[in-house]
């Protein structure tokens, strides 16, 4: 069974960090690309960023790049998202997902407020 097991949200003020953290269990972690999808109150899902299985390719939208990095280690079956300079319009539930936004974790809250 896939688990996906999100970590590290919180409250933080404008111009903030966070990493966000997620444990992947159940499936071949390594050998399956990896996103985090946000999904806001009153609007619909966000893709915010993509990583491929090695880790040597990553991608994101306008909206976050270059603030935003993800990066995975495959010996921990662990899929992270460093997050600087917040913004408010960055306050969401962040979700870790596989290929095709097959499975999702749980997710966690990011508040971005003074």
């Known amino acids: 069974e896939v688990q996906l097991v999100e970590f590290g949200g919180g409250l933080v003020p404008p111009g903030g960090s966070l990493r966000l953290s997620c444990a992947a269990s159940g499936f071949t972690f390594g050998s399956k690309d990896m996103n985090w999808v946000r999904q806001a109150p009153g609007k619909g899902p966000e893709w915010v960023s993509e990583i491929n299985n090695g880790g040597d390719s990553t991608y994101y939208p306008d909206s976050v790049k270059g603030r935003f990095t993800i990066s995975r280690d495959n010996t921990k079956n662990t899929l992270y998202l460093q997050m600087n300079n917040l913004e408010p319009e960055d306050t969401a539930v962040y979700y870790c997902?596989?290929?095709?936004?097959?499975?999702w974790g749980l997710g966690t809250q990011v508040t971005v407020s003074s």
């Open positions: 997902v596989t290929p095709a936004f097959e499975n």
